[in-house]
Structure formats: C-alpha cells, structure tokens
C-alpha cells in the first residue's frame, strides 16, 4: 500500500444516491427495497418487539405481580454483621459501612435489621431500623440516629434513567 492510496475513493461530501429514478440509476424500478413484502410497502413501519411473525419474547416470558420501577432500593444490614465488623464505642455511619464493605452497590436507603445479637455499644446512623434492631441497639447501650433520605423522587427517577440508557 503507498501513503497516497489512504484516501483514495474516500470524498468529504458524497453526491446523494438518486433513488427510483428510472432503470439508468441503478436504484430505479424497486427504489433498492426488494420486491415484495413489509417493507417495500409506503408507510410501513415495525414494533421494536416485532419478531416475524413469531411470538414476541415479551409475550413469551411469564409476568406476575407488579414491579414498582420508582421504588426506594434498601439495603439490609443486620445487627449481627455490625458487632462483627466494628468495635465498642465505633461510630456507624454509611461511609464506615462502605469501607468495611457491608453496604455495596447502589441503593437510596440503609436499614439495619435486628437478625443476630448486639453485645458492642455503637453509635449508629442509617435511614431505617426495624423494632429489634433499635430494642438491641439500646439494650446494648449504643444509639440511634435516623438520617432522611439523600435524593428525592426526581433524582430517583434521573438516575434510573441514566442506568437504563448504559444497558
């Protein structure tokens, strides 16, 4: 290949490609749509889920119950999991559960659950608590802290968004 070859036949502006104009053109009588079917036809246009005729995999894949897309994603934590991971009189706040690897992955609210027992006096700061988890944080000695909710709904939404566009 010589250095001069590299462009050739490649042209900043390209003339536009004449269609169904006459048999001389190349793209005359069928206008380059094949003969007959679907989309030789005017105004055709498909369903992204259109699949040939067959049945659509949309309608092939059992559905039940209802999937709330706006949802708050929370993660669980349990009481059990905090005794092991911190010591006596350790603050637990959402940025020490992210370093000691207990809260992963995105989510929009923590909640610590009071599966397991509690025998270390922490302070503790998350978005929810069941019953349990607060009766065995107290009965240890530690407190509790409730944090509200970092994003709102729109930014829920925005960020849902977002995901389903990278995928």
């Known amino acids: 290949m010589q250095l001069n070859d590299v462009h050739r036949g490649i042209l900043k502006k390209r003339p536009r490609k004449r269609i169904g104009r006459g048999p001389g053109s190349g793209t005359g009588k069928t206008a380059g749509r094949g003969h007959n079917g679907h989309k030789s036809r ?4 498909r369903k992204p889920t259109f699949q040939g005729g067959a049945m659509p995999m949309i309608r092939r894949v059992p559905k039940r119950g209802f999937n709330n897309r706006w949802a708050l994603t929370v993660f669980a934590v349990n009481v059990a999991r905090l005794n092991e991971c ?24 923590v909640k610590i659950l009071g599966d397991g027992e ?20 107290a009965a240890a000695g530690g407190t509790v802290n409730k944090i509200v909710t970092r994003r709102t709904p729109d930014e829920r939404v925005a960020a849902l968004k977002a995901e389903a566009a990278k995928s």
């Open 42 to 45: 005017s105004g055709y246009s």
């Open 118 to 137: 509690l025998s270390k006096k922490l302070k503790v700061s998350a978005h929810r608590f069941s019953k349990t988890a607060e009766e065995k944080i």
């Open 86 to 109: 911190f010591n006596d009189g350790e603050e637990v706040t959402l940025e020490a559960l992210a370093t000691k690897g207990l809260a992963k992955g995105t989510f929009d609210e």
